[in-house]
């Protein structure tokens, strides 16, 4: 009854707060580029952070320079203003200052600047004067109403359908405010479903996400190693939803012999490192399978004989051709009223 009543307090606060920007345009404020937003419902593992290197890598392939604007959560060091991740010649922060995903984008993503810090339209000025920004990629930015938007993508799935606004559920706002977005990327498996769940949420534009576990990539090194079905692995996630990473281990055919979640943007120390290394050599298991975004947390790090592999998780938006043709007209139609 508690959090049911805090959970309404909440989600009135979170409609309040929308309302009140969109009464006056001038309260947010308007970068010199096109802004692409992709952002979620809920709070932590809807996916956001392939999506955006998805986009990147679209937007870059066509001939944009896109920069990527992120809050950074989880930096250990936080600066006022700007921290340059990578200006997309080279990665100049580590993970203390730039942030976990920050990081992984940048690393994952060369010529594409990467920047981090709570005043997201600095950071954008920056990307457009000194590091010639043709387009900006908004990262977790559905709710970041200080920065005007010109595409607003939500990243969603069948659990945004169920769920309830914080603290009883993980929704950052209620259900209803998903008819504000300009197209819905959906985590499914087929297009009916996808259909089907942007209709529940009132969202006429639908694209289908669709999830692969890629080859894994040895820290710190990056080479790729092929891990044989039959050997046993041992799997350590700290994300938001880690039994799906576990899950996706399972199903893509490796022997997962044991498991250690740890909370989202978790700072691995030695305590854990030991306890990671101890439990993996009692499952007989002779590789840790870990995220990306894990593995610049734990890069590093002395496991003993264990080696520690990467396991990326890569996204395609389908009908992929539907989906360029839609964003870049978007980004067209901004681009000429800017």
């Not at 969603?156 to 197209?183: K, V």
């Not at 012999?257 to 101890?278: C, L, N, Q, S």
């Amino acid at each position: 009854m508690i959090l049911r009543a805090a959970s309404s307090i909440y989600a009135a606060a979170a409609s309040w707060r929308r309302r009140w920007y969109s009464r006056d345009p001038a309260r947010s404020r308007t970068l010199g580029r096109p802004v692409i937003s992709v952002g979620s419902l809920s709070v932590g593992g809807a996916g956001k952070t392939p999506v955006v290197a998805y986009i990147a890598r679209l937007l870059a392939k066509h001939g944009e320079r896109p920069a990527i604007l992120s809050r950074g959560y989880g930096r250990r060091t936080v600066h006022d203003g700007v921290t340059v991740v990578s200006d997309g010649a080279a990665v100049l922060a580590g993970v203390d200052l730039a942030g976990d995903e920050p990081l992984m984008l940048a690393r994952a993503l060369p010529g594409v600047p990467v920047l981090v810090g709570a005043n997201r339209y600095l950071s954008g000025r920056t990307a457009e004067e000194k590091l010639g920004a043709s387009v900006h990629l908004l990262d977790d930015g559905f709710q970041h109403f200080q920065l005007r938007r010109d595409v607003d993508l939500l990243v969603t799935g069948e659990e945004d359908l169920t769920d309830t606004p914080l603290p009883g559920g993980r929704l950052r706002e209620p259900r209803l405010a998903a008819r504000h977005a300009d197209a819905a990327l959906v985590h499914a498996s087929y297009g009916a479903e996808a259909e089907r769940i942007a209709r529940v949420l009132g969202i006429a534009t639908v694209f289908r996400v669709e999830r692969t576990l890629g080859v894994p990539r040895l820290i710190p090194s990056g080479d790729t190693v092929i891990v044989p079905t039959d050997e046993p692995v041992f799997g350590v996630a700290g994300i938001a939803k880690p039994d799906a990473f576990f899950t996706g281990l399972a199903s893509a055919g490796w022997r997962v012999a044991g498991t250690m979640k740890f909370p989202d943007h978790h700072i691995f120390t030695d305590r854990d490192v030991a306890r990671i290394t101890a439990a993996a050599q009692a499952a007989g298991a002779t590789i840790v399978m870990t995220t990306e975004k894990d593995a610049v947390r734990l890069e590093g790090r002395n496991l003993g004989t264990l080696s520690v592999a990467a396991v990326p998780l890569t996204i395609i938006v389908e009908p992929a051709s539907s989906f360029a043709a839609w964003l870049f007209d978007r980004v067209q139609a901004a681009r000429s009223k800017k």
